[in-house]
């Protein structure tokens, strides 16, 4: 074996399929967010998982009782798709049945009570596929709901399903903006439509008439929402049903290179032509807010509306702000809370009494959830009521106790109550305790350090992710996981496609860093990216790299990998022509960028000019402007380590010329190096048959490389 050494003997002793296997982490259930009813007496959430053996997917429905904590499957079945909970009772609901008898591509409005679904019955069948159902009750008893899918411009419901195909295939474009993340765009764009359901006591009855709200709004060219790839987020319903709110991106601007939205209010009964917008740039008291704008909710009283936006009008990662506003068209009196918090909440909920918001926010390494009151002034800051995990939902129950779901490396859903306070009241579910898959899984598998380096004052994160069986007197070789973003960090979550235990149980220390422009350590840290790919977060990394050599005594960097995806393959095509790369016995690229010229090639061009510090030029690609001097082709001629290439055909973001510039120069160099691309993955990998070979593919390339394995070639 090439790179036997004292530590890999020990290692060979080890099994490596112990632990947690790609096979068994994709095959595992995968959990929903648990959402209670109106008295708090239950709790539904989908589960789904894969069965590699019979190539079958199948999900369902669990109910948790919120009471005894029994937790009993509520329906076996694919084909309801949402449920919400609106009605003359507490056990009323409305769902969406996925499939519609009448119409191909269509979806139908079932009427239930959650107690005894069996007797559901049938409101309607939409002819489109409509999706992210929002309902109120009216006082009169009646059902206004919401729901989105995509329109022509006539402002018509689009279903592709029954849609004529045109005889030829041809886009053409006359401006920026021709295609975003996987998909090409057109002329169909996403719009709320609202639809009344007549009657009451779990029987009504529809007339068919759909409002577009979003099509036609005054003195707007295109508007659209929720905004392309964007969901039901987007837009709420008043809980009287009297209102509604959606974002759209700012259509006075051009797409690609602005990231503003506009907050509309209309009344549930008008139409587009009455949309009025709340935050439309300089008319609130905050002339600087002009960026991109977030979750509308309203308050449980229906008189105010919560939202988040960012300043900056052409940066994606800029601290997002809490604003709340007056539901009332006739002054909506916008109003900062925590204006100077310096984190940068992505999801909110209402206390019952309207007096509290609960946002979460990136906070060191993990997504925490923090109160705000109505009466939080500029210097407020917010104070956390959880710890560990990122939620992936969480509700205000009628007690004010909080309903969260959330993961962590070491499970793939925790379910529990906490007090306003932070108090854990009860924990209902942890998946690393029951799933057979995720046996063994436990916190101690994680841990975290701070290291010192010269690009911030504040002391940067990493987290280590230890494999099965890990014995502190042994070595592991590393592999170090490099995030994306770069505005972005690696959380405690659980996720199915870096799964970092996964990775740790082939054998490996996993060191995954949280360098320059991580977020949850304030703005400036996240920031001081720009301008500076190939400087501060490289210095970052070689600071962690050295960290953990001389403080690690259990990991072996002779032996180490390093692997990252998009922003995280940008740096590793930096750090392969950079010194640091002669430190890794090999290398993983998966969606990266190889040629800063060719990031103009992208979908949002808002993130080069902003990351790039300015528009591309020919006079500005010299020697000193982040454009020439961060390309890592530059350093083509030092390129040495074993490199594996993964780059898919649907990823706009990044494109796959990308990884085909890189593997065609690995290969004209002779450096080992292999490539993989999946022509129905975009910048991910969702589907679990592919995930399984990219798995496969790479624990192979690095476990030879590591001497994991004693395969006498990665190929
Ligand atoms: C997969 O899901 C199905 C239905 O949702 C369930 O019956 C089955 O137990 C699940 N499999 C595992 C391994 O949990
Ligand atoms: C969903 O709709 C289909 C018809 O398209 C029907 O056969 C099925 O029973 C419905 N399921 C539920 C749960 O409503
Ligand atoms: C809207 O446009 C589509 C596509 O051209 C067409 O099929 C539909 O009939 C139009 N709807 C109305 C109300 O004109
Ligand atoms: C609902 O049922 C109650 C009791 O049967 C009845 O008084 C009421 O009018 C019904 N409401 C509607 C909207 O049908
Ligand atoms: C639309 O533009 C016209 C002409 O500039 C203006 O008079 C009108 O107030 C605008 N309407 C809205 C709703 O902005
Ligand atoms: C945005 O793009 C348009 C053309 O699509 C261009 O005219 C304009 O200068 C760009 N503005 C910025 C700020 O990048
Ligand atoms: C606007 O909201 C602020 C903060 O809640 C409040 O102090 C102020 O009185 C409000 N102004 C109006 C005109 O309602
Ligand atoms: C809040 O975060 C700190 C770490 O900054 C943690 O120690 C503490 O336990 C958290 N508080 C609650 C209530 O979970
Ligand atoms: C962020 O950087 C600015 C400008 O360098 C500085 O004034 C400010 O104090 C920094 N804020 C924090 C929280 O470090
Ligand atoms: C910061 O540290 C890195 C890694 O040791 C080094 O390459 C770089 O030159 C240092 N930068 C400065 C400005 O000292
Ligand atoms: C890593 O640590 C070893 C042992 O402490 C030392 O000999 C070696 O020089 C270090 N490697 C680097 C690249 O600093
Ligand atoms: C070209 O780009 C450079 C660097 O971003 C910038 O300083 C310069 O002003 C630009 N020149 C023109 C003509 O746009």
Redesign the pocket.
Known sequence: MRFQSQAVVALAALPTASGITPESML???RYGAAAPNPSGDFALYT???Y?FETKKR???WNKLDLKTGEISVWY?GSDISEVVFVGSTPTSIIYVNGTNAEDDGGISLYAADANSLEDAKLITSLPAPYSGLKAAQTKSGDIHFLVYTKAYPNGTAYNEASASTPASTARIYTQTYVRHWDTWLDDKKNAVFGGVLKGGNGSYSFSGELTNYVSGIANVSRAESPYDQSDESDYDISPDGSGVVFLTKDPSLPLANNTANVIYYVPFDGTSKDAVPVNARGTTKYPEAQGAAISPRFSPSGKKIAYFQMNNIAYESDRNILYVADADPEDFNVTALALDWDRSPDSLAWSKDSETLFVAAPDLGRERIFPVPLTAGDSYVPKNITNEGVPSGFYVLPDDSILVSDSKIWTSRDIYTISPEGDVIKTYFQANLV???LAGLKPEDVSEFYYSTNTSEIKQQAWIVYPEGFDESKTYPLAFITHGGPQGAHFNSWSTRWNFKVWADQGYVVIAPNPTASSGWGQNLTDAIQGRWGSYPYWDLVHVWDYVNSTLKYVDTENGIEAGASFGGYMTNWIQGHELGRRFKALVTHDGSTSTLNQYASEELWFMNRDFSGEFNSSGFVAGSPYYDWNPLLYVDNWATPHFVVHNSLDFRLPVSEGILLFNLLQTKGVPSKFLSFPDENHWVLNQENSLVWHTEIFKWINHYSGISNSSSPY
């Open positions: 095959a595992a259930n589960v789904s998982n069965t199948s999900s369902q076996a799933d057979p898959a």
